[in-house]
């Protein structure tokens, strides 16, 4: 099994910045994409920010311009720096990664505990 420890999350002012980490651990053969979704009250959960194993990234229109994901695969985990964050940011940030336990086995999704960021405005 894979699992996911999400780190980073917390209170900020308007445009301010978080950097959020997500680090996997546990019987892992392989990592493929990692990524970042939210979900904010009444809303449904979506996608905020991909990236592949050889580094494509994919990011809502949303955040464009203002978020970076990036991903260190020596340590297995991924990124989120947020910049000029709005109240609309506010959610619970899910960390998501689609991973091989072991060679034998399908790849899986993991999905972390998910970790809260509040924009103040």
């Known amino acids: 099994q894979v699992q996911l420890v999400e780190s980073g999350g917390g209170l900020v002012q308007s445009g301010g910045s978080l950097r959020l980490s997500c680090a996997a651990s546990?019987?892992?053969?392989?990592?493929?994409?990692m990524g970042w979704h939210r979900q904010a009250p009444g809303k449904q959960r979506e996608l905020v920010a991909s990236?592949?194993?050889?580094?494509?990234?994919t990011y809502v229109d949303s955040v464009k311009g203002r978020f970076t994901i990036s991903r260190d695969n020596a340590k297995n985990t991924v990124y989120l720096q947020m910049n000029s964050l709005d109240p609309e940011d506010t959610a619970v940030y899910y960390c998501?990664?689609?991973?091989?336990?072991?060679?034998?086995?399908?790849?899986?999704?993991?999905w972390g505990q998910g970790t809260q960021v509040t924009v103040s405005s």
């Open positions: 998501k990664v689609t991973a091989k336990a072991s060679i034998e086995v399908l790849a899986n999704i993991y």
């Open positions: 990236i592949t194993s050889d580094g494509r990234n």
């Open positions: 546990g019987s892992i053969f392989r990592i493929y994409t």
